[in-house]
């Protein structure tokens, strides 16, 4: 399954790109990730923990990013196993960053495959929850940053 997509984000580029490369930061703004480990700059572990229609999925994954190119361009493969069952997931996830308008653009793509019991689920259902977990990732990055602007927390 592929997403793409495009974040307009209140800050300039090179603060974005910080960011999005601190692991903390980034894992705040998807929804069910917990016990993140950093071992490096570009390899992390943590647990991603979703529901996908009547079924409820727990991760053990492992980040690395393999592309780097600041302040224009981030890279990471996401691999990782269910917790109690057979399958696996792999992902690449690639944006890149663009000056517009005193902000950002986030042009992002994610390609996303599932085996095992997950994968069986079926396209419309694994899109589905693919979609919003999207939409909740680029508003959380949204306010996160605009509320940097306005001096709030979140």
Do not use: W
């Not at 997509?5 to 603060?15: C, L, T």
């Not at 229609?53 to 196993?81: H, M, Q, S, W």
């Amino acid at each position: 399954m592929k997403f793409t997509g495009k974040i307009d984000v209140p800050a300039p580029r090179q603060a974005v790109f910080e960011k999005l490369r601190d692991a903390h930061f980034f894992a705040s703004c998807v929804d069910g990730v917990a016990d993140l480990v950093e071992i490096d700059d570009r390899h992390y572990t943590a647990t991603l923990e979703s529901r996908v229609a009547y079924i409820k999925f727990k991760f053990a994954v492992t980040v690395e990013i393999v592309e780097l190119d600041e302040p224009n361009r981030v890279v990471a493969k996401v691999e990782g196993t269910p917790i109690g069952m057979v399958g696996r997931l792999t992902a690449t996830s690639a944006a890149d960053l663009t000056e517009q308008d005193g902000g950002t653009a986030v042009n992002y793509e994610l390609d996303v495959a599932l085996t095992g019991k997950l994968g069986s689920l079926g396209q419309p259902v694994l899109k589905s929850k693919g979609k919003e977990m999207e939409r909740q990732f680029a508003s959380r990055i949204q306010a996160k940053f605009q509320a940097a602007n306005t001096g709030s927390e979140t």
